[in-house]
């Protein structure tokens, strides 16, 4: 048994200033993430009352990637999803994509990991090997709960969005 609830971050991707894509029809991704952040919020409150579901944003602001990851570990989020909506100039292109935190060895990769899960740039450079451990167990941690929930997501999307939208 858990010593307390689940806290779930969804963080409406875009907003205020950063629009995101625009659709064929001028809609901006801004707007859909946060109809969808919102809708989220409601179907997992709903699903899983014991859990504790928080918003990066409920309106039209915008918000930096530092703020969003900042009010996801100050709420102690046990899990962060960023919803965003992906346009193609290719009017044929089409799918669903699910990131997930992988484990890399990869320095670019490994900085927008730190970035993005707000570990100290200094820990994840650190020569000292302590701090070299303490960075990959906080990675490695964060892989093993990214991937099961972001393949679970991804077959989510699939099974319910291919019926409405064949092919």
Known sequence: MRSRDVIVAIDAGHGGKDPGAAGPLGTYEKDITLAIAKRTKVALETMRPEARVALTRESDKYLSLVERTALANTMNADLFISIHCNAATNPSARGIETYYLDNTTDRAALRLAAKENFVAEEVMEAKDTTN????????????????????????????????????
Not at 137 to 165: F, G, W
């Open 132 to 167: 070299r451990i303490l960075a990959d167990l906080i990675t490695a941690s964060k892989v093993e709960d990214s991937v099961p929930l972001a393949r679970s997501l991804q077959n989510s999307l699939l099974s319910h969005l291919s019926k409405k939208y064949p092919g």
